[in-house]
Protein backbone atom coordinates (compact mmCIF):
# COMPACT_ATOMS: atom_id res chain seq x y z
CA UNK A 1 0.00 0.00 0.00
CA UNK A 2 1.00 3.57 -1.01
CA UNK A 3 1.10 6.42 1.53
CA UNK A 4 1.03 9.70 0.44
CA UNK A 5 2.18 13.07 1.92
CA UNK A 6 1.58 16.89 0.63
CA UNK A 7 3.48 19.73 1.66
CA UNK A 8 4.51 22.88 0.20
CA UNK A 9 1.09 25.21 1.13
CA UNK A 10 1.14 28.34 2.22
CA UNK A 11 -0.44 32.22 2.41
CA UNK A 12 0.63 33.58 -1.23
CA UNK A 13 -0.79 37.18 -2.63
CA UNK A 14 -2.73 36.78 -6.02
CA UNK A 15 -0.50 36.50 -9.15
CA UNK A 16 2.02 34.94 -6.95
CA UNK A 17 3.08 30.91 -7.43
CA UNK A 18 3.64 28.16 -5.24
CA UNK A 19 4.73 24.39 -5.76
CA UNK A 20 3.19 21.89 -3.74
CA UNK A 21 4.82 18.48 -3.94
CA UNK A 22 2.91 14.69 -2.71
CA UNK A 23 6.20 12.40 -1.55
CA UNK A 24 4.45 8.78 -2.02
CA UNK A 25 6.09 5.73 0.05
CA UNK A 26 5.28 2.61 0.71
CA UNK A 27 6.50 1.56 -2.67
CA UNK A 28 7.40 2.80 -5.92
CA UNK A 29 4.99 4.48 -8.34
CA UNK A 30 5.64 2.45 -11.51
CA UNK A 31 2.31 2.76 -13.50
CA UNK A 32 0.39 5.05 -11.50
CA UNK A 33 -1.94 7.56 -12.43
CA UNK A 34 -1.81 10.63 -9.50
CA UNK A 35 -4.01 13.29 -8.93
CA UNK A 36 -4.05 16.90 -7.46
CA UNK A 37 -7.65 17.33 -5.84
CA UNK A 38 -8.50 20.65 -4.04
CA UNK A 39 -11.18 21.02 -1.44
CA UNK A 40 -12.92 25.12 -0.10
CA UNK A 41 -14.99 25.10 2.82
CA UNK A 42 -18.52 24.49 1.96
CA UNK A 43 -17.53 22.88 -1.83
CA UNK A 44 -17.25 19.68 -3.14
CA UNK A 45 -14.09 18.30 -3.80
CA UNK A 46 -12.86 19.15 -7.67
CA UNK A 47 -10.40 17.24 -9.72
CA UNK A 48 -7.80 19.60 -11.17
CA UNK A 49 -4.51 17.42 -12.52
CA UNK A 50 -3.33 14.31 -13.20
CA UNK A 51 0.03 12.58 -14.60
CA UNK A 52 0.90 8.69 -15.62
CA UNK A 53 4.24 8.58 -13.51
CA UNK A 54 4.56 5.96 -16.31
CA UNK A 55 4.84 7.84 -19.74
CA UNK A 56 4.09 11.45 -18.04
CA UNK A 57 0.81 12.30 -19.81
CA UNK A 58 -1.12 14.62 -18.34
CA UNK A 59 -4.83 16.18 -17.54
CA UNK A 60 -6.04 19.76 -16.37
CA UNK A 61 -9.14 20.76 -15.53
CA UNK A 62 -10.62 24.41 -16.70
CA UNK A 63 -10.19 26.39 -14.13
CA UNK A 64 -6.37 25.85 -13.64
CA UNK A 65 -5.30 24.61 -17.13
CA UNK A 66 -2.62 27.06 -18.28
CA UNK A 67 -1.74 28.30 -14.94
CA UNK A 68 -0.85 25.15 -13.17
CA UNK A 69 1.70 22.54 -14.30
CA UNK A 70 1.68 18.67 -12.92
CA UNK A 71 5.36 16.77 -12.87
CA UNK A 72 6.99 14.09 -11.18
CA UNK A 73 10.58 13.13 -10.45
CA UNK A 74 10.94 9.40 -10.52
CA UNK A 75 13.94 9.52 -8.14
CA UNK A 76 12.00 10.71 -5.56
CA UNK A 77 8.90 8.81 -6.15
CA UNK A 78 7.04 12.56 -6.18
CA UNK A 79 4.58 14.61 -8.03
CA UNK A 80 4.96 18.00 -7.75
CA UNK A 81 2.04 21.01 -8.53
CA UNK A 82 3.76 24.32 -9.82
CA UNK A 83 0.95 27.07 -10.07
CA UNK A 84 0.97 30.18 -11.10
CA UNK A 85 -0.96 32.96 -11.32
CA UNK A 86 -3.02 32.28 -8.05
CA UNK A 87 -6.60 33.57 -7.47
CA UNK A 88 -8.09 34.25 -4.63
CA UNK A 89 -11.02 31.62 -5.86
CA UNK A 90 -7.41 28.99 -5.94
CA UNK A 91 -7.69 29.06 -2.13
CA UNK A 92 -8.52 25.27 -0.56
CA UNK A 93 -6.56 22.43 0.72
CA UNK A 94 -4.97 20.70 -2.04
CA UNK A 95 -4.65 16.75 -1.76
CA UNK A 96 -3.29 14.04 -3.98
CA UNK A 97 -4.08 10.72 -5.05
CA UNK A 98 -2.73 7.29 -6.63
CA UNK A 99 -5.23 5.50 -8.82
CA UNK A 100 -6.66 8.07 -10.21
CA UNK A 101 -8.81 8.12 -14.02
CA UNK A 102 -9.80 10.70 -16.59
CA UNK A 103 -13.49 10.64 -17.78
CA UNK A 104 -12.26 11.72 -21.18
CA UNK A 105 -16.21 12.92 -22.08
CA UNK A 106 -17.18 14.85 -19.11
CA UNK A 107 -13.51 16.16 -18.25
CA UNK A 108 -13.30 15.55 -15.00
CA UNK A 109 -10.72 12.99 -12.78
CA UNK A 110 -11.76 10.37 -9.90
CA UNK A 111 -10.38 8.30 -7.83
CA UNK A 112 -10.81 4.32 -7.65
CA UNK A 113 -11.84 2.84 -4.22
CA UNK A 114 -8.69 1.17 -4.02
CA UNK A 115 -6.84 4.55 -4.04
CA UNK A 116 -5.16 6.05 -1.75
CA UNK A 117 -4.99 10.02 -0.52
CA UNK A 118 -3.41 12.34 1.81
CA UNK A 119 -3.72 14.70 4.41
CA UNK A 120 -3.81 17.54 1.95
CA UNK A 121 -2.12 20.89 2.87
CA UNK A 122 -3.79 24.33 2.71
CA UNK A 123 -3.42 27.39 -0.09
CA UNK A 124 -4.41 30.68 1.22
CA UNK A 125 -4.63 33.05 -1.94
CA UNK A 126 -4.72 36.70 0.02
CA UNK A 127 -3.42 40.35 -0.17
Known amino acids: QVQLVESGGDLVPPGGSLTLSCAASGRPLEYDTIGWFRQAPGKEREGISC????????FYSNPVKGRFTISRDKAKNTVYLHMNSLKPEDTAVYSC????????????????????WGQGTQVTVSS
Open 51 to 58: INFNDGST
Open 97 to 116: ATGVYVNVIAQTIGVLSSGS
